[in-house]
């Protein structure tokens, strides 16, 4: 627990005291593989901190699912539709191995956000996160060098290459996974 909070603390530049308030707040869930957080279509307005476990974002249309994140130990996940106007979420959450994640709805954690000012500062902070996520994601996505997109994702996230399929990690990369099997290739026959 101690490693979770110190995580939370670093990432979102929050005290321990106002994550332990947080935590206070929240319900411990349990998730198997596979299971679906939120599912395009319907309404999840629950902020999730996971604790253990990996976590990834993607919507479906015509046939094909694209990646758009990757979420994992201390750091939050949500439907930005659901958490900050109540809507219909757009996307699926779906955990990529067994996780353990703390679950908060929006209507407590407003409560939370009013009664200190690190918490709101916290909520200012999520939101900043996610922009920074989305707004790397586009970007990484529109650069032609698939290969340093890839070694740059498994330096942040080494952990992926054992819980989720490359045909995500290569959805992810906007790439198909033919295209992933040989830079991964190329990648191990490469001296070091």
Request: proline letters at 3%; one cysteine or more; glycine letters at 4%.
């Amino acid at each position: 627990m101690r490693t979770f909070i110190e995580k939370l603390c670093d990432r979102y530049k929050v005290s321990e005291t106002d994550v332990q308030s947080l935590l206070n707040c929240m319900e411990e869930v349990h998730f198997k593989k596979r299971d679906l957080i939120v599912r395009e279509g319907t309404k999840n307005c629950n902020l999730y901190f996971i604790k253990t476990g990996i976590w990834r974002a993607y919507y479906h249309k015509d046939g094909v699912d694209t990646t758009i994140w990757f979420a994992s130990d201390g750091e939050a996940a949500f439907s930005v539709w659901g958490y900050v106007d109540n809507a219909y979420s757009l996307i699926n959450i779906e955990v990529m191995c067994d996780s353990v994640a703390y679950c908060i709805s929006r209507t407590a954690l407003n409560q939370l956000f009013a009664s200190s000012i690190g918490l709101a500062n916290l909520g200012l902070r999520l939101m900043d996160h996610q922009f920074l996520q989305q707004e790397n994601w586009l970007i990484s996505s529109r650069s032609p060098r698939a290969k340093e997109r890839y070694l740059n994702l498994i330096k942040e996230t080494p952990e992926l290459l054992q819980y989720v399929p490359l045909k995500h990690i290569a959805s992810y990369l906007w790439i198909t996974p033919q295209s992933l099997s040989r830079i991964r290739a190329k990648i191990a026959s490469s001296p070091q």
